[in-house]
């Protein structure tokens, strides 16, 4: 159902681009975004996606990369129709869309080749708030089990007659009470027994946590940077000096 | 009658065949429990009842028609199935409505629906709560609800699954008194659960799945004189069906309940005198 | 030569507690006393204010859950309403029924050492309480599985890995095994008596199965309304009549002794399950072999 979601969801995968440290992974993905918002001519987009096609390559990502891609042209049609409606001329239209799939691109690969896990060290990393973080990591631990439990939920609803196919609109969306509701309630008392369990175990002793887990940089990582900064350093020469 | 002939189903996003040609009957009038280890595929087996899943391949009929060949909605009216978890159907402002909403979804009339959700409330010992929202009640007052909501609107089949999770004695014993109810009236009630102290007081029929096989089919007395497969399959026999065990010759047959025992004993003890 | 008792590790001084929003207690003037070591299970209908009582020890009450508060609650030498959570939380451990509800990170290891990040050890001594606890709880192979790919028996024994690596004294399980089929269950309950024997982690567990605990619980106490109605050895509480109007479930082999019993019928010994019984009877009564 949410196919289009696939180019920015984290899946398992054993490629090197994986095991970069995130903090790299992210620094990429920022950097690609950036130089696509610097980028003005087609040449320069063609140097840019077909570094994130090769990303794409490289982290065995391509496949579901695409998939985003294929619902960002159709949203790209619609952008591109519109600038030439409203009268913008036809160079400028492709570089407005070139620069769209080019900003969606980066980002992803960021999402798609970090855990959550990583998510959560590099929050850490960067000192963010530890009761965000926490937020975070059970939001993210609970949405398969928040999904099971709407199916769960609309299972008994449908036993009793529900059928939320039918009927106007307003009734469409009546129909939906009976699912929401429940499955709110449920969230409520999830975090009810949350609180219990976290406090329970000692959350909120000191502000001093220790950090069991760390990231750290290694060779790669290192070599992945000096690649990414080189490549942006010389992309922004070029682009001045040489006019691209 | 619930006609399943050669059952075969699987999730869509899985590999595994959760039932394997699975072949059952269910007439009116009886009581039935389901038992298995976890993952043997009962609740997958219930929700085809009422056409919540459909089989891959081979069908099952619900008095004759085929659960493809028409809505979940249709079929409800007549299997009514009670999942485990109240809290995943209670969603009403008050009790009353919580009862009602069945029964508007299926098309009653005012006045019946009146009278109906009426009498459900008063047999579930429920009615003083008829305004009070449904989510201040406790635990085992839920569960009665969620049973008074689908007796109300009088079923033919009534699944339940797992009903005497978290109960206490009173409230399994009011359980039971229910179903031995249901059953005088020609209903069918459909058990899946784990408490087999529970199920040897109810002498059902007994179907005892394994990896999506029905392993036994026969009278609970018979399926909890197989070892093997209750071995198998992870079950604990009753009490009074191992004590039987232990003590032949001496009792001729394991004791329904306490009082009996208590008097096979007694005889016993008189004899031995 | 050994004088006097340890003094007691948890005691109730005429508590009464009722929750904010309602004005009858939910627990009158209840008076407690439990020894290190012991393994107690806590019974009652619905409503008798057991839960709320296990949360009186570890200082969810009153520290998350307000109300009114009297009489005292004294857990190892310390008053309870004096600590907050966090400090208790290395003295009681809390498993909850939910397996789902109580495992928040995204690997069991990572969930185990979720405390002991919290209480600020070096890492060395996470690592070692780390090994030690998926060692006692046979879930070493566990250890880089993410919660989905959990069966709940699994899920509640890594709830107390989580507890037991704050190295707490005591342990208290609210209706541990009520979501878990009967195999499972037994071997939880199982698991809780080997900790209880090898490590001597006092024990209090309130639970509606007494059949898995006949054998494994030193104490029963019965609550009903706010009070404790009987307290004292298994084998001498289980013996009393109308314990079916508390809501418990009497297994039918103790069951069937209390109710000969009644009949003037009293057996050499009395015993908590099928076997014990049947030997006893074939030998002593029918004098069959």
Known sequence: MFWFAEGLIYRRQDSVFHTIDPRVKLFVSIMLFSLSLLSNTILEFLIILSLIFFIGVLSKTLKRMAKTFVFSLSFLAMVFIINVLVGYDIMFSIIISLRFISVVSSTSIFFLTSSPDELELVMKSFHLPYDLIFAFVTAVRFVPVIMLDAIQILDSQRSRGLEIEKGNLIKRIKNYLPVLIPLIVQAIIRSEELAEAMESRAYGYSKKKTSYYSLRLRKRDYFAASVSICFMIAFILAIYFLHI | MIEVKQLHFKYPTMKNYVLNNINIRIELGQIVAIMGSNGSGKTTLIKHFNGLLKPNEGFVKVFGKDTRDDSVAAFSRRVGLVFQNPDHQIFSDTVWNEVAFALKNFGFEEEVIKKRVKWALEFFNLIQYKDTSPLLLSGGEKKRLCLASILAWDPDYIVLDEPTVGQDFLQKEKLREVIKMLATRNKTVIIVSHDVEFIWRLQPRLILLSNGEVAMDDTCANVFQNNVLLDKCGIVKPQFVELFDQLTPLLTHPPLDVLEARSIFLKLMKKGE | ?289
């Open chain 3, 1 to 289: 030569m050994l004088c006097g008792k340890l003094t007691p590790l948890i005691k109730f001084v005429d508590f009464t507690f009722s929750y904010l929003d309602s004005p009858t207690p939910i627990l009158k003037s209840v008076n407690l006393e439990i020894e290190e070591g012991e393994f107690v299970l806590l019974v009652g209908p619905s409503g008798c204010g057991k839960s709320t009582l296990l949360r009186c020890i570890n200082g969810l009450i009153p520290h998350l859950y307000s109300g009114t508060y009297k009489g005292k609650v004294i857990v190892d030498g310390e008053q309870v309403s004096e600590k907050n959570i966090s400090t208790l939380a290395t003295k009681v451990g809390f498993v909850f029924q939910n397996p789902e509800n109580q495992i928040f990170m995204f690997t069991v290891e990572k969930d185990i050492v979720f405390g002991l990040e919290n209480i600020g050890l070096d890492k060395e001594e996470i690592s070692r309480r780390l090994e030690w606890a998926l060692k006692i709880l046979n879930i070493e192979h566990l250890r880089y599985r993410a919660p989905y790919e959990l069966s709940d028996g699994q899920k509640q024994r890594v709830a107390i890995a989580g507890a037991l690596v704050m190295y707490p004294k005591i342990l208290v399980l609210d209706e541990p095994t009520s979501l878990l089929d009967p195999k499972t269950a037994y071997d939880f309950i199982s698991t809780l008596k080997e900790l209880n024997r090898s490590i001597g982690i006092t024990i209090i567990v309130v639970e509606h199965r007494i059949d898995l605990l006949a054998k494994v619980a030193d104490r029963i106490i019965v609550m009903d309304n706010g009070q404790i109605v009987f307290d004292g050895p298994f084998k001498e509480v289980i013996k009393e009549k109308n314990l079916h109007l508390y809501g418990i479930t009497v297994p039918p082999i103790i069951n069937l002794q209390n109710v000969l019993s009644e009949s003037g019928v009293n057996f050499p010994r009395y015993s908590l399950d099928v076997k014990s019984f049947s030997e006893m009877v074939k030998k002593e009564v029918f004098k069959v072999d």
